[in-house]
C-alpha cells in the first residue's frame, strides 16, 4: 500500500509558475503509475495530467497540456507537476493519484479518477489576479 502526500500549493500570482510535489511513501514507487486530478469548487474532480511508472509516457488533458508539466523521480519516490502561465481558473484543490502496474507496463498511463487506488489529501492552489 502507498501513502501519498501533496506539497506546493498556496496563494499564488496569476502569470507565475508553480511546482506541486506528491511524495510516496511505503511501496516501490517505481510500480505505481501516477496521476494529477484538480477539482474547483462546485465542480467535479478533473484530470490533469500522467506519467507512467518509468515516467517513459506522460499525458495531459487538452485544457492544460500547453502549461502542464508532469514528471518524476523514482530514486526519490516523488512526483511532480509544473504548471506555468497560471490562471485564475487553475484554481482548485489538487490531488495527486498513484495505480500499481506490472513490471511490463512501463508505459501504461491512466486517466479516469475510478483506475487509481491511492491518493493523497490534496494541496490547495489559488490563483489571483
Known amino acids: 500500500q502507498v501513502q501519498l502526500v501533496e506539497s506546493g500549493g498556496g496563494l499564488v500570482r496569476a502569470g507565475g509558475p508553480l511546482v506541486l510535489s506528491c511524495e510516496a511513501y511505503?511501496?516501490?514507487?517505481?510500480?505505481?503509475?501516477m496521476g494529477w486530478f484538480r477539482q474547483a469548487p462546485g465542480k467535479e474532480r478533473e484530470f490533469v495530467a500522467a506519467a507512467s511508472s518509468t515516467g517513459s509516457t506522460t499525458n495531459y488533458a487538452d485544457t492544460v497540456k500547453d502549461r502542464f508539466t508532469v514528471s518524476r523521480v523514482n530514486a526519490k519516490h516523488t512526483a511532480f507537476l509544473r504548471i506555468d502561465s497560471l490562471k485564475p481558473e487553475d484554481t482548485a484543490v489538487y490531488y495527486c493519484a498513484a495505480q500499481f502496474t506490472q513490471p511490463w507496463q512501463t508505459t501504461v498511463y491512466y486517466r479516469r479518477p475510478n483506475e487509481y487506488d491511492y491518493w493523497g489529501q490534496g494541496t490547495q492552489v489559488t490563483v489571483f489576479s
Open positions: 511505503g511501496a516501490n514507487f517505481s510500480s505505481y503509475a
